[in-house]
């Protein structure tokens, strides 16, 4: 079915595809019968994938990348498909447009996209008040940012202001200091700025929980194109701040494999299957380094049951999709779930959290 809709969400181009797909999604509570329609395409919950995280308990492992839902617009009908936790945003405190389009574009011949969104965001209050108007309460992480006008060393206001209003909102917060569309982000990889944000946003994080006697998780999205050092030392840093997890990764601003096509000339961001094998090496050193310490969110280049696995494999705890999701629809996530589950069957065990701790204490070969 989803062959014969992407046929037709192809011929759009492709931000007015997605907008499209997208206002389905959003209008799907107000269609009598949509949701229960949807739940059917995700199939039964299943009951091998429940997992605790960061003191959550995910209904599966597989969420919904940020960028998909940047508004918070439609968490009924993403909910509905069957996911274990959404990402929305990234949202900035004040409303911006983003960049000009075109800034999305399709690399079919690689199940690819490429981006310079920018951060098009409707703002805090519009956010907020989208995700008021939700019914069902699914696990919810809010992906924050900095507005475009917001020079990198006010930066960390921004962030404050995110934290501050949607704290009571979600279950975890995704600091993004990685899309490579918004001018000097990435700087805040480095020591001195890593330092200063992070300082500002647990102490305001303590408050909030001494106010409010909730703790809601805190968790850094990074950039797949670190260099050795400089991961070393953002690993460092989540072991000093003690954040609860970190998304590995954003999008890459190389182009594995695409050299000689002309569309890899556009400026933005990769994502899809060209970045599956570097977010997984990623996850796979990060693992390494943290040594379970710290949960990792594996997201990069994820299309079928077997790469969903891959990431589990390397060192991810949880994992999430987006331009699979674009190439593949919204089946994919019953094809990932159930295809995780029989390789934990296949492994002779009833659940992935006592699959991965034992495959983690070498107990287990996950292959
Ligand atoms: C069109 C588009 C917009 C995105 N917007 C955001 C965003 O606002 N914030 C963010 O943290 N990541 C954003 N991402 C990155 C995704 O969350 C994800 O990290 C990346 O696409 C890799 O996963 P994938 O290969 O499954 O797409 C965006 C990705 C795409 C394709």
Redesign the pocket.
């Known amino acids: 079915m989803y062959s014969l809709a992407r046929r037709l969400l192809f011929c759009l181009d492709p931000e007015t595809g997605?907008r499209l797909a997208l206002r389905i999604l959003a209008a799907a509570p107000k269609v009598p019968g949509a949701l229960s329609l949807l739940s059917r395409m995700a199939g039964a919950p299943h009951p091998t994938l429940p997992i605790q995280v960061m003191g959550i308990r995910f209904p599966n492992p597989l969420g919904l990348?940020?960028?998909?839902d940047?508004q918070g617009a439609a968490v009924d009908g993403f909910s509905a498909l069957g996911f274990g936790f959404l990402?929305l945003?990234?949202v900035t405190p004040l409303p911006q447009p983003g960049n000009p389009r075109p800034r999305?574009f399709r690399v079919s011949s690689h199940d690819a996209?490429i981006?310079r969104?920018g951060?098009n965001s409707v703002g805090l209050s519009a956010f907020l008040r989208n995700l008021r108007r939700t019914q069902r309460r699914p696990i919810i992480g809010i992906?924050i940012?900095k507005n475009a006008v917001t020079p990198i060393e006010s930066a960390v206001d921004d962030y404050l202001a995110g934290l501050t209003a949607i704290y009571d909102e979600c279950d975890y917060i995704?600091i993004?200091i990685?899309?490579p569309n918004t001018r000097d982000l990435r700087m805040l990889h480095s020591d001195s700025h890593l330092d200063r944000l992070l300082t500002a946003l647990k102490e305001r994080k303590r408050e909030l929980a001494d106010r409010q006697h909730r703790q809601v998780a805190m968790v850094l999205?990074i950039s797949p194109d670190l260099d050795d050092g400089s991961l070393k030392s953002v690993t460092s840093k989540l072991l000093r701040y003690r954040l609860d997890g970190v998304?590995v990764?954003?999008?890459t601003t190389e182009r594995p494999g695409l050299r000689e096509l002309a569309i890899s000339r556009e400026a933005g961001?990769l994502?899809?299957a060209p970045?599956?094998a570097t977010?997984t090496e990623m996850v796979r050193r990060l693992y390494a380094e943290l040594q379970g310490k710290i949960p990792i969110i594996g997201?990069?280049?994820?299309?079928s049951a077997e790469s969903a696995w891959e990431k589990l494999q390397a060192g991810a705890d949880l994992i999430?999709?987006?331009?699979?999701l674009i190439y593949h629809g919204p089946h994919l996530v019953r094809v990932i779930l159930s295809g995780i589950e029989q390789r934990i069957h296949a492994l002779g065990c009833t659940d992935l959290q006592r699959t991965l701790h034992r495959a983690r204490a070498d107990e287990l070969p996950m292959s």
């Not at 990348?65 to 998909?68: K, P, R």
């Not at 997201?299 to 299309?303: A, E, K, N, W, Y």
């Open positions: 997605h990348a940020a960028g998909f940047k990402e945003g990234t999305l996209l981006n969104m951060f992906n940012g995704a993004n990685s899309s999205k998304v990764s954003n999008t961001g994502s899809g970045l599956r977010s997201v990069g280049g994820i299309d999430q999709i987006y331009t699979g």
